[in-house]
């Protein structure tokens, strides 16, 4: 497995997606997965190279059909455990 790149993403790259990052960051590191975690925008996220988006669900809906590798929606992204769950869900699936 070679770098892995998750691009947090919300509307303008500067808010939520922030607060997103913060929280990827930290689970990665509370379970010693190592990322690049970086925050984009959803004009251009589908451009940036990366290996994964996270992204809210309505969100997600705008970069459907254009984005060429797993988008993982994030329904709140105040929730620890579904920020935990599934990026944990898609660091195992690396693995595999």
């Given at each position: 497995m070679g770098e892995v790149k998750i691009q947090a993403v919300c509307?303008?790259?500067c808010g939520s997606s922030?607060?997103?990052r913060?929280?990827?960051e930290e689970v990665l590191k509370k379970s010693g997965y190592?990322?690049?975690v970086f925050c984009g925008d959803v004009a251009t996220c589908c451009a940036i190279e990366c290996?994964?988006?996270f992204i809210s669900g309505e969100l997600a809906?705008?970069?459907a059909g254009r984005a060429k590798v797993p988008v993982i929606?994030?329904?709140n992204f105040m929730n620890r455990t579904e920020?935990?769950?599934k990026t944990l869900a898609y660091m195992k699936s690396l693995e595999q």
């Open positions: 509307g303008f790259g922030l607060f997103l913060m929280r990827i190592t990322a690049n290996s994964a988006i809906e705008r970069i929606v994030i329904s920020v935990e769950e």
